[in-house]
């Protein structure tokens, strides 16, 4: 759709009025059901399988880059999302930064929570599905979050990603910023890793249709509005970032209960 019309309802239909239709259907009434599905694919003999301790917890690893905090603060909102859902742990990281502290220290980049592990591309293989976020470059994600995907060779290689859901979530500075194709241009990475994107759609209920304010966002995935670097997320940008984060565990509970997917693979790549 274009950026004029989007993808708003038809006049012919019930207006989505804001008395009763500001909270978004609640997840829990979504039809995640698996009932009827067969768990078993023909594909399974030729990606990960994944299952073995089914007392642990899934984990979605929420792998971000963030240089004023903007899609940092979204990424703990996400965090809280999923962790919200029984069964299922958030674990937050970020990917390693490429500039110089010098160029940092230029640009009046506050210092990073140490708190937060930054993450080899060993370790994704640990992961149950994917969150990644980043702020955009003139339509497509930062250079810090492209080159950490170009580490991840040796994972192509062994396609030890294939079948593992993820999604984006990320900021812009302005509206025509790139909502939407800074989002879009990532889905590449997933293709060639054979990763399972997982969009929001319009889940989110009336918030995604709402435009008496600036709001991030997207069917994507949630986004925030940077502005110049000082403007703050919205409780609306924040509770979006936070239905993203219990859909996708919603998600992967239902995918991880459904399929034989294991951490190995069913046979050598030869």
Known sequence: MGKGGGCMPSKS???LGVSDRDAPIPLSERSISTEGRSPERSVNAAIPVRGGDSQRKLRIFIVFYSMYRHVETLARRIKKGVDGVEGVEGVLYR???ILTPEVLEQMKVPPKDD??????AEEMVEADGFLFGFPT???????????????TGGLWR?????GVPAG???STGTQGGGQETTAWTAITQLAHHGMLYVPIGYTFGAGMFGIDS???GSPYGSGVFSGDGTREPTETELALAEHQGKYMALVVKRFAGTS???RNKVAAKT
């Not at 708190?115 to 080899?120: A, Q």
């Not at 470059?137 to 580490?151: E, P």
């Open 137 to 151: 470059r003139f339509g497509s994600m930062a250079a810090q979050m492209k080159a950490f995907f170009d580490s």
């Open 158 to 162: 062994e396609q030890k990603l294939a």
């Open 214 to 216: 600036i709001r991030g």
């Open 13 to 15: 239909k019930a207006s």
């Open 260 to 262: 034989s997917f294991a």
């Open 95 to 97: 990917v390693p930064e």
């Open 168 to 170: 984006f979530f990320v």
């Open 115 to 120: 708190g937060i592990p930054v993450i080899s």
